[in-house]
T-cell receptor, first 112, second 114 residues
Framework: AQSVTQPDIHITVSEGASLELRCNYS??????LFWYVQSPGQGLQLLLK??????LVQGIKGFEAEFKRSQSSFNLRKPSVHWSDAAEYFC??????????FGKGTTLSVSS | DSGVTQTPKHLITATGQRVTLRCSPR?????VYWYQQSLDQGLQFLIH???????AKGNILERFSAQQFPDLHSELNLSSLELGDSALYFC?????????????FGDGTRLSIL
């Protein structure tokens, strides 16, 4: 069955430290992959997307993600976390034009 | 600001009632998607409309229905409400159908059933 797994429910990172959020997908072909961020009381904001080509994609707010076909992974990274990055992060995929399938999300806390 | 507008932001009602959630997509977007976000189920796809026509259904209950109007706004109707329908309901829009354009989300409608 098609699915997205985010193994970490909650992660705490010190401000200024690096961040990596994990995402694994289960799908028969190469999907279209996305990372969204949700701040409290807000909707989901698109951070970045991967459709094809370069497997390292750059997004907004200094985030990047790397697609690894062999590991069925699409991990999100940021070299230096800011307190304002505290939020919930969702990995998702779809076939073009269809519904998004989301992971359960990872809550990021940033400590000072 | 994603450009997707959802109203109302909050809705409080009682079991057995019926409510309508409204979504205005981004200018130029023809596809509208509805999602439900709850603590136990996470984010789940409900239904997709493209240019006024239903294109796909997900985990949408028979008590729920939706439509997309000629001006492309969409409404999600929830009836015979139960406590378990309490959730955050998101609308998202994208340019087309079968395109690789990403979906952009509104801020959601928080529905509380008392």
């Amino acid at each position: 069955a098609q699915s997205v797994t985010q193994p970490d429910i909650h992660i705490t990172v010190s401000e200024g430290a690096s961040l990596e959020l994990r995402c694994n997908y289960s799908y028969g072909a190469t999907p279209y992959l996305f990372w969204y961020v949700q701040s409290p009381g807000q909707g989901l904001q698109l951070l970045l997307k991967y459709f094809s080509g370069d497997t390292l994609v750059q997004g907004i707010k200094g985030f990047e993600a790397e697609f690894k076909r062999s590991q069925s992974s699409f991990n999100l990274r940021k070299p230096s976390v800011h307190w304002s990055d505290a939020a919930e992060y969702f990995c998702a995929f779809n076939q073009a034009g269809t519904a998004l399938i989301f992971g359960k999300g990872t809550t990021l806390s940033v400590s000072s | 600001d994603s450009g997707v507008t959802q109203t109302p932001k909050h809705l409080i009602t009682a079991t057995g009632q019926r409510v309508t959630l409204r979504c205005s997509p981004r200018s130029g977007d023809l596809s509208v998607y509805w999602y439900q976000q709850s603590l136990d189920q996470g984010l789940q796809f409900l239904i997709h409309y493209y240019n006024g026509e239903e294109r796909a259904k997900g985990n949408i209950l028979e008590r729920f229905s939706a439509q997309q109007f000629p001006d492309l706004h969409s409404e999600l109707n929830l009836s015979s409400l139960e406590l378990g329908d309490s959730a955050l309901y998101f609308c998202a829009s994208s340019r087309g159908q079968g395109s690789i354009q990403p979906q952009h989300f509104g801020d959601g409608t928080r529905l509380s059933i008392l």
